[in-house]
């Protein structure tokens, strides 16, 4: 008697289990005044991996920002980011991208302070935009930011 139904008797492929496991959260970097760490955030659903965001800390002051952000914004192809939660009114800065925003015609009020920072610095500011910074991040800084970043949350994880 034939059987209706073939029964697939091909050997399965063995199932490989993802290898893209995050990389180790790293110790946080301290500059100057300023902490950087990475929090990991619980995903929404149990079955996605969490989340990993970079907090900065000045004195009281606490913002939590997106990894892929602060690429884009060291690669220079972002001059502004906000903070994830919006409601703690923190944005980092580019001197420079601010500048040249300004010059295209679309001027931000952050632009009184870069005017006044190193062309290539990065500036934090919490609250008001009249407000002085809180930190100024010079270029030999963001670049070891820049290599801290890269072991804590690699470019398009």
Not at 8 to 32: C, H, Y
Not at 84 to 102: E, I, K, P, R, Y
């Amino acid at each position: 008697m034939v059987s209706w139904f073939r029964r697939n008797t091909l050997a399965r492929p063995a199932t490989v289990e993802s290898e893209q496991k995050s990389p180790a959260i790293p110790a946080p970097l301290v500059l100057g005044s300023l902490l950087i760490e990475v929090l990991e955030i619980p995903a929404r659903r149990a079955s996605k991996p969490p989340r990993r965001v970079v907090q900065w800390s000045v004195g009281e002051i606490r913002t939590h920002l997106h990894p892929e952000e602060l690429h884009d914004l060291l690669a220079g192809r972002l001059s502004i980011i906000d903070s994830m939660t919006g409601s703690d009114g923190a944005f980092l800065c580019n001197a420079a991208g601010v500048q040249a925003a300004a010059q295209a015609g679309k001027p931000s009020e952050a632009g009184k302070w870069t005017a006044v920072f190193p062309p290539d610095a990065l500036a934090l500011l919490m609250g008001e935009i009249s407000d002085e910074p809180a930190l100024i991040m010079s270029r030999e800084e963001q670049e070891t930011f820049a290599r801290w970043l890269e072991t804590a949350a690699p470019k398009g994880r």
